[in-house]
């Protein structure tokens, strides 16, 4: 039996989790014997009932093993925090595997932890790149990608980047394994309780990136372009804690045409996608979602990690910048052919899963 001890602790990891733990469950249900041993641990990075209990149960992830509750503390604090108790874990569970996702202090964590028992590493979501050296996700994606045994790369150009950094010459390997979240986005979206419609148009909007919430001129800006945009259209807002905290604290003002709601599970998530006329986000996941649904979407940040969004003219990058913001919006012309396949048609869990299989059966 092959043992796996996968790492999440934050909002998209979830949602990327869940549909590699449904194909490990549908793997064991196949064959005779259990082929695969998932233990889940929870570093508690999110743990707000609706930043994290609600995927666990909406979208039937397995109960967390361990709880490591770690949170509310500065970068440092939280990443040693987490090494420390993730190496208690891996040393009693001793796994064939240590599975990370994405680029959180997390994914770091149980990487870092991994590498010093020398137990191998399956990055998923490996060789993005924002060359933003400022943003603390581009410093925990490029480090993880590093110490990773076997990195499962979304698209072409995740690869391309790998590429270019040298990797032909390390120890691992490089698997084109397409995005986790196509699969999620597909699967979920076929279940009744994400067919709530609503009547009047929206603009969809979320902010959560610490590069806009961390600079007030950028968030005010943001919220600027939003208020401006509410004045035809209305906006709806599922908060992130961390940016309602600063409005908050900021007496930052929103108009009354900003419905401002708490976070919601993806079930609602995906109807709010699909009923909404555009996507305005600071999100990674967002903007393949937008794509996934048929959404135009303007991206609040200067570069963004899925630039084939961008060239294919599906998503614009406006940055924090309220004039650009209000201009996409009111404007700019998307592209709205949408049969391009450019993340894998929602089999990327099938290709991890059987992947790690056969690595562990001696394919290194
Ligand atoms: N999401 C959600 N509820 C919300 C806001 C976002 O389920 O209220 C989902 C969203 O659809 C996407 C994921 O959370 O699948 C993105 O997470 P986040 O924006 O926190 O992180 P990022 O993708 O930027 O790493």
């Known amino acids: 039996m092959m043992k796996i001890v996968t790492i999440l602790g934050a909002r998209p990891q979830f949602i990327k989790a869940a549909s590699i733990s449904r194909e490990i469950m549908r793997v064991n249900e196949k064959s005779n014997v259990k082929k695969i041993e998932e233990i889940i641990v929870h570093t508690g990075q999110h743990f707000d009932t609706n930043m994290s209990e609600i995927f666990f149960e909406e979208?039937?992830?397995?109960?967390?093993?361990?709880?490591?509750?770690?949170?509310?503390?500065?970068?440092?604090?939280?990443?040693?925090?987490?090494?420390?108790?993730?190496?208690?874990?891996?040393?009693?569970?001793?796994?064939?595997?240590?599975?990370?996702?994405?680029?959180?202090?997390?994914?770091?964590?149980?990487?870092?932890?991994?590498?010093?028992?020398?137990?191998?590493?399956?990055?998923?979501?490996?060789?993005?790149?924002?060359?933003?050296?400022?943003?603390?996700?581009?410093?925990?994606?490029?480090?993880?990608?590093?110490?990773?045994?076997?990195?499962?790369?979304?698209?072409?150009?995740?690869?391309?980047?790998?590429?270019?950094?040298?990797?032909?010459?390390?120890?691992?390997?490089?698997?084109?394994?397409?995005?986790?979240?196509?699969?999620?986005?597909?699967?979920?979206?076929?279940?009744?309780?994400?067919?709530?419609?609503?009547?009047?148009?929206?603009?969809?909007?979320?902010?959560?990136?610490?590069?806009?919430?961390?600079?007030i001129s950028r968030l005010s800006a943001i919220i600027d372009a939003l208020n401006e945009i509410s004045k035809s259209t209305a906006v709806t807002v599922p908060l992130h804690p961390r940016t309602k905290k600063i409005i908050h604290d900021q007496n930052i003002q929103l108009n009354d045409n900003i419905e401002v709601i708490d976070p919601v599970g993806y079930l609602e998530m995906i109807s709010l996608i699909k009923n909404s006329t555009m996507i305005l986000t600071d999100s990674g996941g967002l903007q393949k979602e937008a794509f996934f649904f048929k959404k135009p979407c303007i991206t609040l940040r200067d570069e963004t990690e899925w630039v084939e969004l961008v060239s294919h003219n599906f998503n614009l990058l406006a940055g924090a910048d309220k004039q650009k913001i209000v201009k996409a919006y009111s404007s700019h012309k998307f592209n709205d052919d949408y049969e391009i396949d450019l993340y894998g048609k929602g089999k990327a869990s099938v290709k991890i899963v059987s992947e790690l299989l056969a690595l562990k059966q001696g394919r290194m």
């Not at 420390?84 to 040393?91: G, P, R």
């Open 59 to 215: 979208m039937k992830i397995p109960k967390p093993h361990y709880n490591l509750n770690i949170n509310g503390m500065g970068h440092g604090a939280m990443t040693g925090q987490m090494l420390e108790k993730i190496e208690e874990v891996l040393i009693k569970e001793r796994p064939d595997w240590v599975l990370v996702y994405g680029d959180t202090n997390s994914t770091l964590a149980g990487a870092l932890a991994a590498s010093k028992l020398h137990i191998k590493i399956a990055h998923v979501e490996a060789g993005l790149r924002s060359f933003n050296m400022k943003m603390p996700e581009e410093i925990n994606r490029i480090l993880t990608d590093r110490m990773s045994t076997v990195l499962f790369c979304p698209t072409d150009t995740s690869i391309d980047n790998l590429h270019r950094e040298g990797y032909e010459g390390f120890d691992c390997h490089i698997v084109k394994s397409g995005d986790v979240m196509q699969d999620g986005a597909l699967y979920y979206a076929g279940l009744e309780s994400t067919q709530t419609r609503r009547d009047t148009p929206f603009v969809l909007a979320t902010i959560h990136r610490a590069e806009n919430t961390d600079d």
